[in-house]
T-cell receptor, first 111, second 117 residues
């Protein structure tokens, strides 16, 4: 069975510092991995995806993610956090098109 | 349109009543997905469509839940005889057609908050 784990319920960083939101996955076959962000009372917004190719994937709003096959991880990163990045972040794996989500990580960026 | 449109934003029903939710996918998108978000963080897949055909319904509680995507109409998700546990935010998403069907990002609507009293 395919699954995604986000080990941290919340990540706190200071504005301007780098941020990392962790994600590990378990899939059979090639992984199709995604990161989404959710702001209060809104739907999920797509940030980036890994299908194949370079292990470092660049996405929207300055976010990037590093695919590591040996560690089965797909951590989300940003070199310099903004207060406006504060939101709920979801990692997901695609299985026959449907998304299987991790439990989400709340990112809090403090000024 | 350029956004997935879900209606209504909020829906309140008494236990045992019927609830019907609507979703207009982005024009040109071939796939539609329904998800249920419970307790803020937990997303559960319900059903997906490729055009008007059911693509994957492995997440649907068969007894009370049904869904349709008919040509030239919004897609719909209907819950018969609602229960307290159906209280959740229901999200619709759409994506473009691709060769495999699994690698295109899904674009989400803002959801319908269903409250069962």
């Amino acid at each position: 069975a395919q699954s995604v784990a986000q080990p941290e319920d919340q990540v706190n960083v200071a504005e301007g510092n780098p941020l990392t939101v962790k994600c590990t996955y378990s899939v059979s076959g090639n992984p199709y991995l995604f990161w989404y962000v959710q702001y209060p009372n809104r739907g999920l917004q797509f940030l980036l995806k890994y299908i194949t190719g370079d292990n470092l994937v660049k996405g929207s709003y300055g976010f990037e993610a590093e695919f590591n096959k040996s560690q089965t991880s797909f951590h989300l990163k940003k070199p310099s956090a903004l207060v406006s990045d504060s939101a709920l972040y979801f990692c997901a794996v695609s299985n026959t098109g449907k998304l299987i989500f991790g439990q989400g990580t709340t990112l809090q960026v403090k000024p | 349109g350029e956004e997935v449109a879900q209606t209504p934003k909020h829906l309140v029903r008494g236990e045992g009543q019927k609830a019907k939710l609507y979703c207009a996918p982005i024009k040109g998108h071939s796939y539609v997905f329904w998800y249920q978000q419970v307790l803020k963080n937990e997303f559960k897949f319900l059903i997906s469509f490729q055009n008007e055909n059911v693509f994957d319904e492995t997440g649907m509680p068969k007894e009370r839940f049904s869904a349709k995507c008919l040509p030239n109409s919004p897609c719909s998700l209907e819950i018969q005889a609602t229960k307290l546990e159906d209280s959740a935010v229901y999200f619709c998403a759409s994506s473009q057609r691709s060769g495999t069907g699994v690698d295109q990002p899904q674009h989400f609507g803002d959801g319908t908050r269903l409250s069962i009293l």
